[in-house]
């Protein structure tokens, strides 16, 4: 068993716990796992989830079908365990995960593979990104892993004592997703406004800045996204309620800013939360939670 590779920490809000391996969990009808090959290898491709069509060309009655191009089997992981782990989208996880343990060829773009598989009609997308494709790496890759919580460093979000700065969201402007939605949403709701728990993000090269639009967001599912050098972030705010954010910041890692450099001009993420919201963020220490691998094999094919 290797050394850490540490891909990110995990937050520190309500992550979802690991489905017990032994726990019965539904499985794909039929399901087919291929290695990439160096030219197929596709960096950043979401999964693909509609319905086939029968002989007859009634998708109504047809299989639902997930499709995954060429990941690492730790993203694999990360989607089974970490974002879908109960079946239902965790709206606060975090950007990146920790993973411990298990052969280096788990992270390697040498070794992604493209995943295809099909569940039963009215199956959500979030239980085949969930409990079935646990199933099916436990299955197929021999996967067997536990949760472990460790101490570590992390950064505590507080609120500044002149009180937060924050933006209610107006009831009515962004509309609720439906957690078990089978196909992937539109950008915008049908009624033209935006999605509820969404953030959409636009980052610069150049000036290494970052752009953040979120609607009707919990604080616990913004924390993730206040991480500074690869650290989780715990939410001490006491606030609840649902809120609106637009933030303009300096790219965790980028150049500090300069006032004779105008591409640079964007503050750090800490100063932004200060100033815009009211909201401190400092270095702390808390738990941090991992994924150990205890035992994986690369799959045959079929």
């Excluded at 890759?141 to 937060?164: C, D, I, M, S």
């Excluded at 996204?225 to 609840?240: A, C």
Aim: glycine share 8%.
């Amino acid at each position: 068993m290797c050394s850490a590779r540490v891909l990110g920490v995990l937050s520190l809000v309500l992550i979802p716990a690991i489905f017990a391996q032994s726990q019965a969990r539904p499985t794909f009808e039929v399901a087919s796992i291929k290695a990439c090959k160096p030219g197929e290898i596709v960096p950043g491709v979401q999964a693909r989830i509609g319905n086939g069509k029968n002989s007859s060309g009634n998708a109504a009655n047809s299989p639902v079908t997930l499709t995954l191009e060429c990941r690492p089997v730790s993203h694999l992981i990360e989607m089974a365990y970490i974002r879908y782990a109960d079946g239902r989208p965790n709206t606060t996880a975090p950007l990146k995960a920790n993973i411990d343990g298990g052969p280096a060829w788990i992270d390697s773009d040498t070794y992604r593979y493209a995943v295809t598989a099909k569940a039963e009609v009215g199956t959500s997308q979030a239980v085949m990104r969930g409990p079935m494709l646990q199933m099916l790496l436990e299955d197929r890759f021999n996967l067997k892993l536990h949760h472990e919580t460790r101490p570590g460093p992390a950064f505590g979000l507080t609120v500044a004592k002149t009180g937060p700065k924050l933006q209610r969201t107006v009831e009515g402007s962004c509309v609720p997703k439906d957690p078990d939605q089978q196909t992937p949403l539109p950008r915008q709701a049908p009624n033209g406004k935006p999605w509820c728990s969404t953030v959409n993000y636009v980052s610069s090269r150049s000036t290494m800045t970052g752009i953040v639009d979120a609607f009707g967001m919990t604080i616990g599912e913004m924390a993730p996204r206040f991480s500074q050098q690869g650290l989780p972030v715990i939410d001490r705010t006491g606030l609840d309620g649902r809120y609106d954010f637009h933030l303009e910041y300096l790219r965790d890692g980028g150049p500090p800013p300069a006032d004779s450099d105008p591409t640079h001009a964007a503050p750090p993420i800490a100063t932004v939360l200060q100033q815009q919201l009211g909201l401190i963020l400092k270095p702390t220490r808390g738990p941090v939670d991992f994924i150990v691998i205890d035992r994986v094999e690369k799959p045959s094919e079929n």
